[in-house]
């Protein structure tokens, strides 16, 4: 089979060694004359890969002893009902800093709660193209909510904002895993796997325990996070698959160096495919200003649109797939997460400049 560079923005790209262990397990994982999919997750041979799995996004991230690792279900648009229900505090309102489409979609489900909540900052009039660099928090809120990495727009928190002891909420789901946390702030990290930890199915939730507290009677059972950390996230049937998936994803990239590691390479990949922007005398336009470009997602435009359509297809005859832009920005989107190697970097910075010199 050849390999394709998927720049897809999720379901994304994964390490070609951890596919092809998985698919030698996927009828008979270690020897159990079962597949992982048919195991019971109260036994000693999924709880084991269960507890690995949580172990090493503790050491690959660094996560402080007052947190706990959960793996939820619904994807991190749940997480945008489950935040405000579980973190708001009467007579409080909490803070959104709204900076891309993921960030209007928290907003709105934290209405929908009935939650007092202010805007401490909203980029929609230049389509979200920036991140202000000062984003002014009252200390009277409860939380203050943050998209780290806006995934459509391709905009990026280069520097979480200063809370001052504010529970600060970041959702993480495109960036996750990319780059050293600072987590002297945080109150809760959530993300779903299937941009750059894992497949779609599972959703990481990473909460400072004291939070808890916050809870009230009112919250269904299924939707309090204390009810998933009593239980190590095994209150209900997890999805195994994908949390063994997540675990060899953890395994692979504490073995390619961890965070540091990954981090300049991310780096190093974004820094090629920006070149090829800034180099191209205007034919390509950056979306996002240059101060918050996304290390996880490229986003651009041809400034003869109706070049567009031969930019993909010539692409994808090379073998490079998912490069069309979302409907709200338009032109291309590179979503370069942790698994996407150098080499479909480089091919696509060269195709990128032979393509303008061509046309």
Same mark, same amino acid.
């Given at each position: 089979?050849?390999?394709?560079?998927?720049?897809?923005? +999720?379901?994304?790209?994964?390490? @070609?060694?951890?596919?092809?262990?998985?698919?030698?397990?996927?009828?008979?994982?270690?020897?159990?004359g079962?597949?992982?999919?048919?195991?019971?997750?109260?036994?000693?041979?999924?709880?084991e890969?269960?507890?690995?799995?949580?172990?090493?996004?503790?050491?690959?991230?660094?996560?402080?002893?007052?947190?706990?690792?959960?793996?939820?279900?619904?994807?991190?648009?749940?997480?945008?009902?489950?935040?405000?229900?579980?973190?708001?505090?009467?007579?409080?309102?909490?803070?959104?800093?709204?900076?891309?489409?993921?960030?209007?979609?928290?907003?709105?489900?934290?209405?929908?709660?009935?939650?007092?909540?202010?805007?401490?900052?909203?980029?929609?009039?230049?389509?979200?193209?920036?991140?202000?660099?000062?984003?002014?928090?009252?200390?009277?809120?409860?939380?203050?909510?943050?998209?780290?990495?806006?995934?459509?727009?391709?905009?990026?928190?280069?520097?979480?904002?200063?809370?001052?002891?504010?529970?600060?909420?970041?959702?993480?789901?495109?960036?996750?895993?990319?780059?050293?946390?600072?987590?002297?702030?945080?109150?809760?990290?959530?993300?779903?796997?299937?941009?750059?930890?894992?497949?779609?199915?599972?959703?990481?939730?990473?909460?400072?325990?004291?939070?808890?507290?916050?809870?009230?009677?009112?919250?269904?059972?299924?939707?309090?996070?204390?009810?998933?950390?009593?239980?190590?996230? @095994?209150?209900?049937?997890?999805?195994?698959?994908?949390?063994?998936?997540?675990?060899?994803?953890?395994?692979?990239?504490?073995?390619? +160096?961890?965070i540091?590691?990954?981090?300049?390479?991310?780096?190093?990949?974004?820094?090629l495919i920006?070149?090829?922007?800034?180099?191209?005398?205007?034919?390509?336009? +950056?979306?996002?200003?240059?101060?918050?470009?996304?290390?996880?997602?490229?986003?651009?435009?041809?400034?003869?649109?109706?070049?567009?359509?031969?930019?993909?297809?010539?692409?994808?005859?090379? +073998?490079?797939?998912g490069?069309?832009?979302?409907?709200?920005?338009?032109?291309?989107?590179?979503?370069?997460?942790?698994?996407?190697?150098v080499e479909?970097?480089?091919?696509?910075?060269?195709?990128?400049?032979?393509?303008?010199?061509?046309?």
């Amino acid at each position: 089979m050849k390999r394709v560079f998927n720049f897809s923005a +999720g379901p994304a790209i994964l390490p @070609l060694e951890i596919l092809e262990k998985a698919s030698k397990e996927i009828v008979n994982f270690k020897e159990s004359g079962m597949s992982l999919m048919e195991v019971s997750h109260r036994t000693p041979l999924y709880e084991e890969v269960h507890n690995e799995a949580i172990a090493l996004i503790k050491e690959v991230y660094s996560v402080p002893d007052n947190f706990d690792v959960l793996f939820l279900q619904g994807g991190a648009s749940s997480q945008f009902f489950m935040v405000p229900m579980n973190v708001s505090v009467s007579g409080k309102s909490a803070g959104y800093a709204i900076t891309g489409t993921w960030g209007e979609k928290a907003l709105k489900e934290a209405k929908i709660q009935k939650r007092d909540v202010v805007m401490l900052c909203n980029t929609k009039e230049s389509n979200f193209n920036n991140i202000p660099k000062n984003i002014e928090i009252k200390s009277d809120l409860s939380y203050v909510h943050i998209t780290s990495n806006e995934t459509i727009q391709g905009v990026q928190f280069k520097k979480y904002p200063e809370t001052n002891g504010i529970p600060l909420i970041i959702d993480a789901s495109s960036d996750v895993f990319s780059y050293k946390i600072d987590w002297k702030n945080i109150g809760i990290l959530y993300a779903g796997a299937q941009k750059n930890a894992g497949p779609a199915g599972v959703t990481i939730v990473i909460v400072r325990k004291d939070l808890y507290e916050r809870e009230n009677d009112s919250i269904p059972t299924m939707l309090r996070y204390s009810t998933h950390a009593k239980e190590n996230s @095994l209150y209900n049937t997890p999805p195994v698959w994908c949390i063994y998936m997540l675990m060899l994803n953890m395994k692979w990239l504490k073995n390619l +160096g961890g965070i540091d590691a990954i981090a300049k390479l991310n780096e190093k990949k974004a820094n090629l495919i920006y070149k090829a922007i800034d180099e191209s005398a205007g034919f390509y336009i +950056g979306h996002a200003e240059k101060s918050v470009r996304s290390l996880m997602n490229v986003t651009f435009v041809l400034k003869n649109k109706e070049l567009d359509a031969k930019f993909i297809k010539e692409s994808e005859e090379l +073998g490079m797939l998912g490069l069309k832009g979302h409907r709200s920005v338009g032109g291309m989107r590179a979503s370069i997460y942790n698994a996407m190697p150098v080499e479909g970097c480089e091919k696509l910075a060269e195709f990128m400049k032979n393509f303008a010199s061509k046309n």
